[in-house]
């Protein structure tokens, strides 16, 4: 059985910038119990934390795994993911690579549209929310004013993205063809952000 800092090291690969009432939430202990673990933790250097500011009031910490954290777990995968990008790259422009993340964005879409067509925008949205957690993605929506927020909360290509950030644009393919109007990307995790974001504009809305 896995130790609580195990499963907490667990959660923060899967889910990186999760708060301490997150943390404790999902592994099942007391925020204090948490606490005392994610001090431990970042002791040893396996995490670290930052300050994140939601609109007004005070800044919260999150944590993410460092790379000693992210060593801990079996990193195969990604080695080869990586090896196979380092090639494609030799091989293709950075057009023919573009096309080929627009690709894989609209296939992984191509069976979801049917079923959503016909639905409003935040049905759409909180369809799209469960869909994504198939796929790896944790995702949460607010309406801002006129405009629709669309924060990252986990990502699968989050680990890959690091030494490929090209790899960024598969999700805002694939949220753009699932809602089948175009949004902005505000915030990028490759670019210092601590999620990546994106805002659908009233005037991208189709009028009714």
């Known amino acids: 059985m896995k130790s609580t800092r195990d499963r907490i090291l667990q959660l923060l690969l899967n889910n990186p910038h999760s708060s301490i009432n997150e943390i404790a939430d999902e592994v099942k202990i007391n925020a ?14 396996l995490i670290k934390a930052e ?9 919260k910490l999150v944590y993410s795994l460092t790379d000693s954290g992210a060593e801990r777990f079996p990193t195969r995968y990604l080695d080869l993911t990586n090896r196979l990008l380092d090639q494609l790259k ?7 690579l573009e ?11 191509a069976d979801q549209i049917d079923k959503i067509k016909n639905l409003g925008l935040e049905d759409k949205l909180r369809y799209i929310q469960e869909f994504l957690l198939t796929e790896g993605y944790t995702i949460d929506w607010s309406k801002q004013g006129e405009d629709y927020l669309i924060n990252e909360v986990s990502c699968p290509f989050f680990h890959v993205s690091k030494n ?4 960024c644009s598969v999700d805002q393919i694939l949220l753009s063809t699932l809602l089948s109007i175009p949004l902005d990307k505000i915030r990028c995790i490759t670019a210092g952000d601590h999620q990546c974001s994106f805002l659908i504009r009233k005037s991208s809305l189709p009028v009714r």
């Open 99 to 109: 096309n080929l993340f627009k690709m894989i964005a609209k296939d992984i879409a």
């Open 90 to 96: 030799t091989q293709l422009t950075p057009g023919q």
């Open 51 to 59: 300050e994140v500011r939601h609109g007004v009031g005070r800044p």
């Open 164 to 167: 490929h950030p090209e790899v």
């Open 32 to 45: 204090i119990s948490a606490r005392h673990h994610l001090t431990s933790l970042l002791a040893d250097g």
